[in-house]
């Protein structure tokens, strides 16, 4: 039985409403890996064509929101966090090389934060990560790529502030 958006909104709801915090995240980062494992799942709601952003669900009372990603060729993005927030990627099509950071200086209103490289990993379709709040990542896509990605509140109402990468050798001469 196909899984539909509505009983998936309504499992990471009771996900979260059981098991408040990481534990319950966690949860729905596996709920979102169940979703990317039903191919009418991925075809309904993350088609080909799928939008930058497409917000799918924005929960009332959580605030949680499910969104559709759909990217046409190379793209990628510095190091971030989600600010009070916390993400799942969930890789749909495609592949992202995704890079963890170490934080070295938190940002301020008039300086960016700094971040060192620890790790790169390849998200391939059917992977799903959960970035816990304050967890600094960076995607980076070379060829069309679809995600399957739910944020905490939605970012599109959050302001966040930028970091800057570090590279180990810059950082010893500091």
Not at 57 to 69: K, Q
Not at 80 to 94: F, K, L, M, R, V
Request: proline residues 9%.
């Amino acid at each position: 039985m196909a899984i539909t958006l509505e009983k998936f909104a309504a499992d990471c709801h009771a996900a979260l409403k059981a098991q408040p915090g990481t534990p319950g995240r966690e949860k729905i980062r596996d709920l979102v890996r169940q979703a990317l494992s039903d191919p009418a799942f991925v075809a309904q709601y993350i088609p080909e064509g799928t939008p930058e952003r497409k917000v799918l669900y924005e929960d009332p009372e959580f605030g949680f929101t499910i969104l559709a990603h759909g990217y046409v060729g190379p793209k990628g993005s510095k190091p971030h966090d989600h600010g009070p927030s916390w993400a799942i990627y969930g890789q749909a099509a495609g592949e992202t090389t995704m890079t963890d950071w170490k934080c070295l200086a938190r940002p301020t209103d008039s300086a960016p934060g700094k971040a060192e490289a620890i790790r790169d990993y390849v998200m391939k379709p059917g992977d799903a990560y959960l970035y816990d709040v304050g967890v600094l990542h960076s995607p980076e896509r070379k060829t069309d790529t679809r995600l399957l990605r739910i944020e905490g509140l939605n970012m599109a109402k959050v302001k966040r502030f930028p970091y800057e990468a570090v590279a180990p050798a810059a950082r010893a001469a500091e």
